[in-house]
């Protein structure tokens, strides 16, 4: 066990990717006014995005090995994603085509503090969905020090039984996370999405999701409550992220509260991406928890100041200078 209360992950070898990410990719294309309806915005930024894509990218930026298993469409957009994770010191090679299907693009309007509502394109189907369990590369998804998954993979086949091929390959092997992710346009209700969230708990160790996901997935919002509840359903460390009110973690031996780190809200959309690549970070490291919860806080208040997502991503140079105090978020 490490000083965090979840056991360590094995050595993986020299070689091995340390971050392993399954899920969504696409292209941010964000505007360059803030404040400003998408009706009236002349001017966008585009960008990496995707939650499962912005993680590898985030413990990538930290300095840790790590690759993305996703697709994209046979187009200009998809060739920019290699392009990105690339230039991020992300291993793409894992990353396919779909013939026939574009690669997603989301709009978002952004009006800080908290009101960042966002457009997703992905029809007629995500290339991301369209991810197959005879293409999984089973042997890596062994060996990687850290897995993550997120909801939104399970919401519709192929990418479900995908998902639940590489859980069973990985046997619950230590530092396997579930990104409770819950975005109920992917999903028929909530209710369906519930059900699949607690089948996937069983092959997970660690889950982490706001207090709308974690509802979902365990039926209440009380933030001891569900972290409970979730370790109820076999995981080693739930994290209940609970925005303004901080962050909460728990295992069987130990829960933490980390208060919130202050900061002037651009775009909140890549925080919580942000937040789960520097846990994945501090979950290899197998620091106390405390202090991983709380280096988490500090990267995702610094992309909340920010605009985009996957440019925006910390380094462990800009977290420290911020738990130190000599930098704001």
Not at 40 to 68: C, D, H, I, Q
Not at 188 to 214: M, Y
Request: proline share 6%; hydrophobic share 45%.
């Amino acid at each position: 066990m490490s000083a965090s209360g979840v056991t360590e992950p094995g050595s993986g070898g020299a070689g091995a990717v340390e971050v392993l990410t399954i899920g969504r990719v696409g292209v941010d294309i964000y505007p360059l006014q803030i404040g400003v309806s998408l009706r009236e915005v002349e001017t966008f930024g585009k960008y990496l995005g995707g939650s499962a894509t912005n993680v590898a990218v985030a413990a990538a930026k930290l300095g840790r090995r790590s690759a993305v298993i996703t697709r994209t469409g046979a187009d200009p957009f998809g060739a920019f994603v290699h392009d990105a994770l690339r230039s991020y010191d992300v291993d793409d090679r894992y990353v396919t085509e779909v013939p026939g299907l574009p690669t997603p693009v989301t709009f978002c309007e952004i009006r800080p503090p908290e009101d960042f509502p966002l457009f997703f394109y992905r029809f007629p189907k995500a290339p991301d969905l369209e991810i197959r369990a005879e293409e999984l590369d089973l042997a890596a998804v062994r060996d990687a020090g850290l897995f993550w998954a997120t909801v939104t993979g399970l919401s519709q086949e192929p990418s479900r039984s995908a998902h639940f091929a590489a859980w069973r390959a990985r046997g619950r092997a230590p530092l396997t996370v579930l990104d409770l992710d819950y975005r109920p346009m992917f999903w028929e209700s909530a209710r369906a999405a519930g059900e699949w969230v607690r089948e996937a708990l069983r092959h997970v160790t660690v889950a982490v999701g706001n207090l709308d996901e974690c509802e979902v997935a365990t039926g209440t919002r009380e933030p001891r409550e569900a972290a409970r509840a979730l370790l109820d359903m076999g995981v080693e460390l739930a994290v209940v992220k609970q925005g303004s009110g901080g962050v909460l973690g728990m295992t069987a031996r130990r829960t933490v509260e980390v208060p919130p780190v202050p900061v002037e809200v651009v775009n909140g959309l890549g925080a919580g991406d942000a937040f789960g690549g520097a846990l994945c970070d501090g979950l290899l490291a197998g620091r106390d928890l405390e202090r991983t919860l709380g280096y988490a806080n500090a990267a995702g208040a610094i992309v909340a100041g920010r605009l985009a997502c996957a440019p925006a991503m910390p380094t462990a140079k800009e977290v420290e200078a911020v738990l130190s105090g000599e930098a704001h978020a």
